[in-house]
């Protein structure tokens, strides 16, 4: 989204509102900062789209004040446990309010926005399943049984480097590379998730350009402290081999770049 079209769809909620949503709620009073801005998976930044700030007023008896940019306009809004409703003149924006966090799906449009309590902070968000594996690791991978175009592989070992970066969701990405690669173009890439029969397993992936089959690389929840294998075999039109990497946590990222 443009800024121009983020600030026109915002600015429909200052419209008047056009019915009240009933009731007089009593939970949830009080005024909340906009702290992040999101549209699908891209993040923005508030406060370079609202320089002048947005913020919103949860006042008594269901009526309430939202101001973009230092221009205010009347909401109504009622809360029911957790669920949020906001409504304007313009539609209705859903959202949930919990532990001082507000979130609001902007009328419906997807543009999902997270205020706070003013003065307070943005909660961590939680641990992912697989977070513990994030971070650098260093090892080894060897390769045999290799033939054809990959023959002269075979015997083969290399000190390699790895990252773990968060992913999408619940998944983290990892890198390898070693003397002949680097992490910008690693020898070795794979999405790990959480599995149905094992703790995590790739998604997708490749070593050294050949396509990872789905759960080839399977780890067990020790692997987050002990180090784990991997290990598979690669086959396409040039040839085949069979490799292993071992890997262990290391305290900083190692210089093969």
């Known amino acids: ?86 409504e304007t003149g313009k539609g209705l924006s859903k959202g949930s309010l919990r532990a001082g966090v507000l979130t609001l799906d902007l009328l419906g449009t997807g543009l999902e926005l997270t205020f706070t309590a003013e003065g307070a902070p943005l909660p961590s968000p939680e641990p992912g399943p697989l977070d513990s594996l994030q971070g650098s690791w260093q090892g080894w991978w060897e390769f045999s049984e290799a033939g054809a175009r990959y023959s002269e592989l075979g015997g083969q070992g290399r000190v390699c480097y790895a990252e773990i970066l968060p992913g999408e969701g619940e998944s983290v990405r990892l890198l390898l590379w070693d003397a002949d690669s680097s992490r910008e173009e690693p020898a070795a890439w794979a999405e790990l998730r959480p599995g149905e029969e094992v703790w995590a397993e790739n998604t997708a992936g490749a070593v050294l350009g050949i396509e990872l089959p789905q759960g080839q690389w399977q780890l067990d929840r020790e692997a987050a402290e002990k180090g784990f294998v991997l290990s598979g075999r690669c086959e396409d039109a040039k040839g085949a081999f069979t490799y292993s990497i071992r890997l262990e946590r290391a305290e900083e990222p190692e210089g093969l770049e």
Request: with cysteine.
């Open 1 to 86: 989204m443009k800024k121009g079209l983020l600030k026109g769809i915002l600015s429909l909620v200052l419209c008047l509102c056009l019915t009240a949503c009933g009731g007089a709620p009593e939970e949830g009073l009080g005024s909340y900062v906009c702290v992040r801005a999101e549209s699908g998976e891209t993040e923005l930044d508030p406060q370079a789209l609202f320089p002048g700030g947005l913020s919103l007023e949860l006042g008594s008896g269901g009526k309430g004040l939202l101001t973009l940019d230092g221009e205010t306009g009347a909401v109504r809004w009622s809360l029911d446990g957790e669920a949020l409703r906001l």
